[in-house]
Nanobody, 123 residues
Framework: QVQLVESGGGLVQAGGSLRLGCAAS?????MGWFRQAPGKEREFVAS???????AYTDSVKGRFTISRDNAKNTVYLQMNSLQPEDTAVYYC????????????????????WGQGIQVTVSS
């Protein structure tokens, strides 16, 4: 069982930036970020395949960047130009099975999940 630990959340004003990190305790393939706002379902935000391909939901394209430091077994989500609608609990997720890119790029086939971290953007 792989443990995922998120870091870097907090409160920021609209237009500001935050960088989330997610450290994995073991080997993973693709990794991704999801978020859940109050009263809404969890949604896919971004994914990074084991071949370094990336995918983003439309609302964050051009503002968020997912990256990975393999030496630290950590994935990051750089979030710029944050808006109040980005307020949510953000979850890190990891794929253990080298699933196909079609699934990973749509936020599917993730097996491990972090505990979530709060991001609040004030207007």
């Amino acid at each position: 069982q792989v443990q995922l630990v998120e870091s870097g959340g907090g409160l920021v004003q609209a237009g500001g930036s935050l960088r989330l990190g997610c450290a994995a305790s073991g080997r993973t393939y693709a990794m991704g970020w999801f978020r859940q706002a109050p009263g809404k379902e969890r949604e896919f935000v971004a994914s990074l395949g084991w071949s370094s391909r990336t995918a983003y939901t439309d609302s964050v394209k051009g503002r968020f960047t997912i990256s990975r430091d393999n030496a630290k077994n950590t994935v990051y989500l750089q979030m710029n130009s944050l808006q109040p609608e980005d307020t949510a609990v953000y979850y890190c997720a990891a794929d253990r099975d080298a699933s196909d890119w079609y699934s990973i790029s749509r936020g599917r086939e993730f097996d491990y999940w972090g505990q979530g971290i709060q991001v609040t953007v004030s207007s």
